[in-house]
């Protein structure tokens, strides 16, 4: 186990405690509590592996403070998605030394991911409400937002400074840059919120067009739904008897068998349906226009090559920031990572500047 691993057992524990800290709920902060003993032992048990001395086990790691800080202005509920991707790191990074090891593999190799859920699951004081919210945190929240900002930004800033070095290459004027890149920024977010807002839209009609389906044949055919959810409940290998006894009296009741047939048969997560679609569209135009706008606004002050360099060095700055935040869920290195990020944006925008240069040498 190398010590990059230890690392990230050790961020794995600090980051749990912060949820334990910052839980309402007692028995979920305990779960939480637990977590973070159980990183620790981690932790403790790799570092006498590779004969490290135990006393000087490392703090937090930078990363690892960065996420507690960004749970505090946003909120923590976002920290327990990093975790569970920090998990499936942890089970990845296990299972490819062991196939370069020639080892046999191990059940607790990729255990580790559901530990949490496990010990949610068989604490008696956790509450269903609390199982679910816990639930639908994992599932819907992790650090998907904070992804999604990244991401939107990343594609506003790659797209508009390619644009803007493009045009800036075929024309020394500066109206005609700042023209096109107001352009390019409005037409790239109005399409990414479009795009957004009729995937949500689209997403949200299927369901409930399949919701209605299904109570439509369940008013029309209940005796075929009740088999239905029998073959369902066979098929996760509860007792044939069992299973018919269980539909029966599930189907007595239409609203309650509509709600079971939608999450078993369909696997729609009603929760998933809220969503709202404007919200969506107004949040991925609002990203795309912050990277967007970075490469612009030197051509409001300035033109020529002060404009352009000044841009470069803006937009260079603002992808190095943007590489070295994916750091944050994939815990590389920030300047592999940000450094990457500034090579492919550089090299994009120089080919469209390249190719502006020769149609407008070609033009006059």
Do not use: C
Request: proline share 3%; glycine share 10%; no cysteine.
């Amino acid at each position: 186990m190398n010590f990059k691993n230890i690392q990230t057992e050790i961020d794995a524990s600090f980051l749990y405690k912060v949820l334990s800290e910052n839980e309402d709920d007692p028995n979920v902060a305990e779960v939480f509590r637990k977590m973070s003993e159980i990183e620790q032992s981690h932790a403790l048990a790799f570092m006498k592996k590779g004969n490290f001395d135990i006393s000087l086990m490392p703090p937090p790691s930078g990363r690892a403070r960065i996420l507690k800080t960004i749970g505090k202005i946003f909120g923590y509920n976002y920290l327990l998605g990093v975790l569970l991707d920090t998990e499936k790191s942890i089970s990845s990074s296990i299972i490819s030394a062991r196939k370069k090891g020639s080892s046999a593999p191990s059940l607790s190799d990729t255990a580790h991911v559901s530990i949490l859920t496990n010990i949610l699951n068989t604490t008696p004081k956790v509450s269903g409400a609390s199982r679910a919210r816990f639930e639908k945190r994992h599932r819907s929240v992790g650090g998907n937002a904070l992804r999604a900002a990244v991401l939107g930004g990343n594609d506003g800033l790659v797209s508009n400074f390619s644009l803007v070095m493009g045009i800036a290459g075929a024309t020394s004027g500066q109206q005609g840059v700042l023209l096109a890149g107001l352009a390019g920024l409005l037409a790239g977010a109005l399409s990414m919120a479009l795009g957004e807002w009729i995937s949500v839209k689209s997403s949200q009609e299927l369901s409930e067009n399949q919701m209605q389906l299904e109570m439509d044949e369940l008013e029309s055919n209940p005796e075929g739904e009740e088999l239905e959810l029998a073959l369902i409940y066979q098929s996760k290998g509860i007792p044939e008897e069992q299973a018919l006894r269980m539909a029966k009296e599930i189907i007595s009741d239409k609203d309650h068998a509509h709600a079971i047939l939608v999450k078993e048969e369909l696997g729609i997560n009603v929760d998933d349906m809220k969503g709202s679609a404007i919200e969506a569209a107004i949040t991925s135009f609002m990203l795309f226009a912050v990277g967007a706008i970075i490469p612009v606004i030197p051509f409001f002050f300035t033109s020529g090559m002060k404009a352009i360099l000044i841009s470069t060095i803006s937009s260079a700055l603002g992808l190095f920031l943007i590489g070295s935040s994916i750091t944050l869920f994939t815990g590389k290195s920030v300047w592999y990572s940000g450094f990457r990020q500034v090579i492919f944006g550089l090299a994009a925008a120089a080919i469209t500047f390249g190719i502006g240069r020769l149609i407008g040498v070609s033009v006059s």
